[in-house]
């Protein structure tokens, strides 16, 4: 076959032959190595999920025969008076776990990055990062004796005069769930410092440099160069936090089984 410009197009179309067969083949290695992941999300994601879904039809008690109910698990669920305050605490919870570590690591990240380089700079980004080793049981039953009535939090105050504001911060209707978000903060901000400051190093000088030279003070430099250039730090931490706190169940059932009252409760519990 001879194209128009009387030159063959058989090399032509063997190349693009050639380079079908290497996009195929390129298709099929990614999806071998792909495969042993989507097996094990299936295995431990997908199939207790559908299993959820078909034991949410049925009355079953974990051992005995199972029952259909149809859609009563459902009606009764709905029907709790105390579904939407559970669901309210989840996402009050969300400001303690999410907004606020984020908030406090980007500064706290800045001001290591600015004063802290280093070997201290280190010290301080793994003392921060710390409580995220420990298991959020340990840290419940920990900050469960620190927030006690005869507990260290209150002993401090009394300490410095401030006796009348001690109480059993998480046995208080009013502040046992600021108090569980307030371990949340210790915990997850230690991750989003680190997550942060890691960004941070990342960061060209020469702009800051440019920013002082046209008078930017550290707070302009931090909300128009440092925040729009961490975007993609800060959407980890959000995303990261946001699930922990939606997920919380383990840390809440330790330091108040979501008293008092149903104060603290959430969907988990």
Not at 88 to 98: E, M
Request: with cysteine; glycine share 8%.
């Amino acid at each position: 076959m001879i194209t128009s410009d009387n030159r063959p197009a058989a090399p032509a179309f063997s190349r693009q032959i050639f380079l079908s067969k290497v996009f195929r083949r390129e298709i099929l290695i990614g999806w071998l190595f792909v495969l042993p992941a989507l097996l094990m999300y299936a295995l431990f994601v997908l199939l207790p999920l559908l299993m959820s879904v078909q034991y949410s039809f049925f009355r079953w008690n974990g051992i005995g025969p199972m029952t259909w109910v149809g859609l009563k698990n459902y009606t009764t669920v709905l029907q709790d008076p105390d579904l939407l305050g559970t669901i309210l605490n989840a996402f009050r919870l969300v400001v303690y776990f999410s907004f606020v570590p984020v908030t406090l690591g980007l500064v706290v990240a800045s001001i290591i990055h600015r004063v802290a380089m280093g070997r201290l700079g280190a010290v301080a980004r793994t003392v921060l990062f710390l409580p995220q080793v420990i298991p959020l049981v340990a840290a419940g039953i920990i900050w469960g004796w620190l927030l006690a009535l005869p507990g260290l939090v209150n002993q401090i105050l009394n300490s410095v005069g401030l006796g009348s504001v001690t109480r059993a911060w998480l046995g208080d209707f009013d502040w046992a769930l600021p108090a569980v978000g307030f371990i949340g903060i210790w915990v997850l901000l230690g991750f989003c410092t680190v997550l942060l400051s890691t960004g941070m190093t990342k960061l060209d000088p020469s702009l800051f440099e440019s920013a002082r030279i046209d008078g930017a003070n550290w707070f302009t430099e931090f909300i128009r160069i440092t925040i729009p250039l961490l975007r993609n730090e800060i959407g980890v931490c959000l995303t990261v936090t946001v699930i922990a706190a939606l997920a919380a169940f383990d840390v809440v059932y330790v330091s108040t089984a979501g008293g008092p009252g149903n104060s603290t409760a959430v969907p988990g519990i």
